[in-house]
């Protein structure tokens, strides 16, 4: 085995070793890649999350009304262009 195969060798038992060790972890609360540098300390309300929740849907269906409405209007324009 030469110099290369060993390195070789080595490199790839060193990232199964990795990736079973992810594997066999416990998971405790979840997996998070981000920075944690913020004004949260983690203690959400669920009452403030619904209310939350409530707001960001009737904005949505309101914006959604709006853009429906945009294109059947757009429809209804380029329908008569073809009409006359």
């Known amino acids: 085995m030469d110099k290369n195969e ?3 060798l080595g490199t790839a038992c060193f990232f199964a070793g990795a990736v079973v060790g992810f594997l066999i ?4 609360k979840g997996i998070y890649c981000g920075n944690n540098s913020g004004n ?22 309101e914006v ?15 329908n008569e262009e073809v009409v006359d």
Do not use: M, R
């Open 6 to 8: 060993k390195i070789l």
């Open 25 to 28: 972890s416990p998971i405790k």
């Open 40 to 61: 949260n300390y983690g203690d959400n309300d669920a009452e403030n999350n619904t209310a939350d929740k409530d707001e960001l849907d009737k904005v949505l269906d």
């Open 64 to 78: 959604l009304d709006e853009v429906n409405e945009a294109i059947n209007n757009a429809t209804k324009e380029k």
